[in-house]
């Protein structure tokens, strides 16, 4: 993770370093230290733990975004406002003669700079957040909570489609809006797993997941529900319609051929499915758990 995170960003890493270095150097050259019973050590924390903040808010900035204009925007305008933060932070610790007076005033120049230059990065942003929103819109659905992901498959875990089900069924109970919960189930992925091994039954999952969320309609809503099934929630959908939405998702799910870095084709199954609309006298464990004993049913019979 580090050593990606350094080659990915080594240039505004040591653009960063440079600005920093620039800074301490154009204090101490111009400027003339303080005696320790000058300082103000309560300042002296203040003003160097902000700066220390916007260093750790531009480091995370960078850890967790790819390369880009935004990127590049937002690392500009936060190193230009830490850049501010550390000469005042300095300032504490030096101080200039008269011709240098201008250097206290310069401190504020940056910050201003670095604000105009997020507030930009913040409008491309804002649209750049557009396209991921669209993108992850059958995977979020109104409702966004990172601590509930699957980090095998990129889908919300069961715990985030109990807490849409619930929701659905309010709004059937007060608007009569109807819908349809789909579950998926992996056809022999334990074999699949002994044969080929984790890592291989892990991108399987990874591909089926994207594959079930790439043909649904937009207003459905795709998560993992257990180790080998999917769960799919189908709003103001009635049961043909979500039984015809569902076969074709389960057709392009079997067509998927995974292969091996040998480039060898992988056996693999397809899924099973079953789908049922919810009732108004339901809540969400009752209808799911209904839903999973149905597609156990079908399973037994298919065996």
């Known amino acids: 993770m580090t050593d990606s995170f350094l080659k990915l960003h080594t240039r505004l890493l040591l653009l960063l370093g440079s600005f920093i270095t620039a800074a301490i150097c154009l204090v101490s050259l111009f400027g003339s230290a303080k005696p320790a019973s000058e300082i103000d050590w309560i300042d002296c924390f203040g003003e160097g733990g902000i700066a220390v903040m916007t260093l750790i808010w531009l480091l995370a900035t960078l850890l967790t975004r790819p390369k880009g204009k935004v990127t590049n925007l937002l690392f500009l305008g936060l190193s230009a406002l830490h850049i501010s933060l550390l000469l005042d932070f300095l300032d504490e610790f030096y101080r200039f003669d008269l011709e240098y007076d201008w250097l206290t005033s310069l401190e504020a120049l940056p910050a201003t700079l670095g604000m105009g230059l997020m507030s930009l990065a913040m409008y491309f942003w804002y649209h750049e957040q557009q396209v991921l929103n669209h993108l992850l819109q059958k995977k979020e659905r109104f409702y966004r909570e990172h601590g509930l992901t699957d980090f095998i498959t990129g889908l919300y875990r069961a715990d985030y489609m109990k807490k849409q089900v619930a929701r659905e069924l309010y709004t059937y109970r007060e608007s009569d809006t109807g819908f349809c919960m789909a579950l998926l189930d992996i056809k ?53 319609e979500a039984h015809a939405v569902i076969e074709q998702v389960a057709q392009m799910v079997a067509s998927h051929t995974p292969y091996d870095n040998h480039n060898s084709a992988l056996g693999f199954e397809g899924v099973q499915w079953q789908c049922m609309a919810g009732r108004k006298d339901d809540d969400h464990n009752t209808l799911l758990q209904r839903l999973s004993q149905s597609l156990n049913e079908l399973k037994a019979v298919a065996a």
């Open 188 to 240: 022999g992925f334990s074999e699949f797993n002994r044969k080929y091994g984790g890592v291989r039954s892990n991108s399987l999952l990874s591909d089926i997941g994207q594959i079930i969320t790439l043909n649904l309609r937009e207003s459905d809503l795709a998560c993992r529900y257990a180790s080998d099934r999917f769960i799919v929630l189908l709003p103001d959908t009635d049961l043909v």
